[in-house]
């Protein structure tokens, strides 16, 4: 589970915007820059190498 205080001020590093958190993905989605951030052990992955590109259905 992510803080929601640390959630409210976390935003996609490429587009400046806020993310939303996907529980069951363990993942900080950018639905602007269609990219998906890896969570792990409770700590928020914020590079853009390491995201996840999201699928057009998703």
């Known amino acids: 589970m992510i803080d929601p205080w640390l ?15 996907d529980e069951e993905r363990q993942e900080l989605v950018s639905e602007a820059a269609g990219l998906a951030y890896p969570v792990r052990d409770g ?16």
């Not at 959630?7 to 590093?13: D, F, Q």
């Not at 992955?45 to 259905?57: C, F, K």
Request: aromatic share 4%.
């Open 43 to 58: 700590v928020p992955v914020m590079l853009v190498e390491e995201a996840r590109t999201l699928s057009p259905a998703a």
């Open 7 to 21: 959630l409210e001020r976390l935003v996609c590093p490429l587009t400046r915007t806020p993310l939303r958190y």
